[in-house]
Structures are given as structure tokens and as C-alpha cells.
């Protein structure tokens, strides 16, 4: 298992098109050790009729045709808690056991869905962006991996929404202007890039780090954003930075 750099998160934020995006994706999973992926945007409810969905996997060629079923997908314990929560959670032959769903999991189980990581996003007007992780062995047991495994795969979900949704999820956009940030707030995002501290901004421009600080909510405020990361991907994704 490979530590993961603020690089390769940002690498899946830009990626450019939908092919690059998948093996990024898919190498980001292979560090955690997991030879399997998906991510997929579903707009409306799981049980609705109406219900619309597009993915980016790799999926194994056998399995796809199955991986379509609505029918499965709906009787998924692993979809179902999905649908219903939004922080990550491992699943493995009790998770469908416990579901009265084994049978899915012996189907699954020969092309390599044994055991994984998954994690949902929910965003606006019931749109939602899963993403899973996957392998064909057991889990490492020691807690303090599986909490990094779990940290890295949700991390991993908010870049690759953001991704996700400019390339293949036009549907579930809508346009965004682009708002007027100052350039000392522009500068501050783009030396935060590579994980630099406010400090650190603060030396490279000769200004306190309250000043640094100051510049960088000011700038999620405008931006509509929750984090300093969140902010460089929507600059770089409106070409601000």
C-alpha cells in the first residue's frame, strides 16, 4: 500500500476527459491495494422508475451485463446503505448474509468483489455520487490501517464528484459563474496547491498568516466552498488559477 500525495487527488480533480479519469482512478485504488473500481452518478431515487445513472469502472468484461441489473442493484445491502448514508463503510460475505442477500455475494464474489470500501455523496436535488473500492482478499485487520483505507477512499470521493460531474454528469450541472476573487486571494490559492501552510504562504508573499488566513475564507465565501482544497479545484476547474 503506497501513500497517497495531495498530487494524485488533484490529478483526478483535472483529469481531462473521462478516459483519463478512469485510470487515475483506478492506479489512485491500486495504492490502497484494491485492483477494483467504481464510481457512479445517479440522478433520482434507486426505487424510483425514472431513475438515471452513469458510471466510470473497470469492471471485469464477464461481469458487467450483471452489473447493469436495476433489479440488483436495488436488492444490493451494499447500494441500499449507500443510499442512506454518506460516510464510508466496509462491507464483506456477512454484510449480504446479514441482508438475506448472499446469493448476490456468491455472484460477485468470482470476478473479485469479495471485499471493499465504499462511501456516497449526496448532493442537491437528489443526485448522488457513489464511489467503491474493491478486492478479492480480506481486509488488513489492524485498525489504524483500515482508518486510513477509510480516510483515503472518502477523500478520494470528493475529487472524483468534482471530476465526475464535469465529464460525464452534464445532466446533473448547472452552470456556474465565475466569481471575482482578489489577487492576493488568487495567489493564496494557488501557493496552497501543493499542501503549503498558511504559514509558509505567509513567508513566500511577506504577509501574516492572518492575512493569508483572511484571504483564503474570503475566497471559499465566493466560492461557495467548504475547504482551502475544495477551493483550488473550482479555480482550477473555471481556469482561474
Known sequence: MQNIAVRDLLDISCAPDVESLKTRLVAFANRLDFG????????????????????????????????????????????????????????????????DAGDLWEMQAPYGYSTGIAVAMHLSKDKHFLLGVDRPTKLPRKEETLTYLLDSVQTLAVHAQAAAQRLIGDELNTPRPKPKLTPQELECLRLSMDGRSAWHVAQLLGISPRTVNFHIQSSLKKLGVATKMQAVITCLELGLI
Open 36 to 99: 477494483l473500481m467504481s464510481a457512479v452518478l445517479i440522478n433520482g431515487n434507486l426505487n424510483s422508475p425514472n431513475v438515471q445513472g452513469r458510471s466510470i469502472s473497470n469492471t471485469p468484461e464477464a461481469f458487467i451485463e450483471i452489473s447493469r441489473s436495476l433489479d440488483t442493484a436495488r436488492r444490493d445491502p451494499v447500494m441500499q446503505c449507500l443510499m442512506r448514508q454518506d460516510l464510508p463503510f466496509i462491507y464483506d460475505q456477512r454484510t449480504y448474509a446479514e441482508a
